[in-house]
């Protein structure tokens, strides 16, 4: 979110409440999860989130690169999350910037809470995520496509891990916001939990919101993810239908 003179912020909300793109502010918008897309991955998902395109693929358990990470009671989770160069209007510089760094921390801390690393010591479970496409909200994506790809390599875990992220744009609550909204929005706070549990496993927040509306923004976000398991756990009924493979989950704003 950055610093820009008022008379460069759109109009974020109209005045019947409708966001820049036509939402609600409670509307996702439209998410299409692909299961197993990859046959080299053990396991893998393919997100399309508004103009978002991430893809996730899933190896191990497996021998741990670089050896030194080994742990003798537990796996490790690895994750390397990466924005290509051309997922954005103004080309990145290619490679993991600081930024990627910290997101592939949160994000295999994330489910190294949820998965059950115990079974499988010495070894490694890697996660690669790939931005291919980005209009905010992609290390939800990420973690979306991730969760889904997790489950599509058979890995045991507690339960899918859905995300979303709630912000705060024109002094309103909104769910999952848009590239616009990240940008002129006064805050953004990316989550995601366990929905049987409703235990969070990330939470991040960048901008500033007072104590009722973060309240409001995690109940809101709570609904959100409820909405995009189910998606999730269609999307991975399909992969494993003996019917007539299904193109993919879906869900319309």
């Given at each position: 979110m950055g610093s820009i003179g008022a008379k460069d912020v759109p109009q974020l909300l109209d005045a019947?409440?409708?966001?820049?793109?036509?939402?609600?502010?409670?509307?996702?918008?439209?998410?299409?999860?692909t299961a197993g897309p990859l046959q080299q991955a053990e396991g893998s998902a393919f997100v399309e989130?508004?103009?978002?395109?991430?893809?996730?693929?899933?190896?191990?358990p497996r021998e741990v690169?670089?050896?030194?990470?080994?742990?003798?009671?537990?796996?490790?989770?690895?994750?390397?999350?990466n924005m290509a160069a051309f997922s954005v209007d103004e080309r990145k510089r290619?490679?993991?910037?600081?930024?990627?760094?910290?997101?592939?921390?949160?994000?295999?801390?994330a489910f190294e809470s949820v998965l059950f690393v115990e079974e499988y010591p010495r070894t490694s479970i890697d996660i690669y995520i790939e931005v291919l496409q980005a209009n905010a909200g992609t290390r939800c994506a990420g973690v979306v496509a991730a969760s889904v790809a997790l489950a599509d390599a058979g890995i045991p875990m507690v339960d899918l891990v859905p995300a979303v992220a709630v912000g705060k744009v024109a002094g309103t609550i909104v769910l999952d916001l848009k590239k616009e909204e990240d940008?002129?929005?006064?805050?953004?706070?990316?989550?995601?939990?366990?929905?049987?549990?409703?235990?969070l496993v990330l939470l991040q927040m960048e901008g500033h919101m007072t104590r009722d509306e973060l309240k409001r923004s995690l109940d809101l976000g709570v609904t959100?993810?409820?909405?995009?398991?189910?998606?999730?756990?269609?999307?991975?009924r399909d992969r494993y239908?003996?019917?007539?493979?299904?193109?993919?989950?879906?869900?319309?704003?």
């Open positions: 019947n409440g409708r966001r820049i793109d036509g939402r609600g502010l409670e509307d996702l918008r439209p998410l299409r999860i989130w508004g103009d978002n395109k991430v893809m996730a693929a899933v190896y191990g690169h670089p050896r030194h990470l080994q742990q003798t009671t537990k796996a490790v989770v690895q994750c390397k999350y290619p490679g993991l910037d600081r930024r990627s760094q910290e997101i592939s921390k949160v994000i295999a801390e940008n002129y929005g006064e805050a953004d706070l990316p989550m995601a939990l366990v929905p049987r549990s409703g235990r959100g993810c409820k909405k995009i398991y189910e998606v999730q756990k269609q999307a991975l239908a003996v019917s007539a493979p299904s193109a993919g989950a879906e869900v319309a704003a």
